[in-house]
């Protein structure tokens, strides 16, 4: 297994454990794989819930830039559940996993197609 598939299994391992959802691996992937190289980053690769700008970058980039979705305070709702979700003391809060439950919550799967 690559350095990604690495990565792919630790995320469906927080979703099992931390987040308690059984991962659709083929949509896991496909979101890891649209992270880009961000998920190879120590920094990028995570979500700090606790700074503002995070979230907004996660709202702005990801939310209506990616999944096209119109802002609207439904988004940050949306944002805050899934850290929620994910456990707001878990320190390290993989920015692919974030967005696979954003993508899932939205119904935006067909995005990744």
Do not use: W
Not at 22 to 33: A, F, G, S
Not at 44 to 65: G, M, R, W, Y
């Amino acid at each position: 297994m690559g350095k990604r598939d690495d990565l792919i299994a630790q995320y469906a391992d927080d979703l099992r454990n931390k987040c308690g959802m059984e991962p659709d691996m083929d949509l896991l992937r496909k979101v890891t794989i649209g992270c880009g190289p961000a998920i190879y980053n120590a920094d990028a690769s995570t979500v700090a819930a606790t700074q503002p700008d995070e979230l907004e970058t996660v709202k702005n980039n990801f939310l209506i830039k990616k999944l096209a979705l119109s802002d609207g305070p439904e988004l940050m709702g949306a944002i805050n559940k899934a850290i929620d979700t994910y456990g707001r003391s878990e320190r390290n809060k993989h920015r692919a996993v974030i967005y696979y439950m954003l993508t899932r919550h939205f119904g935006k799967e067909s995005i990744y197609g």
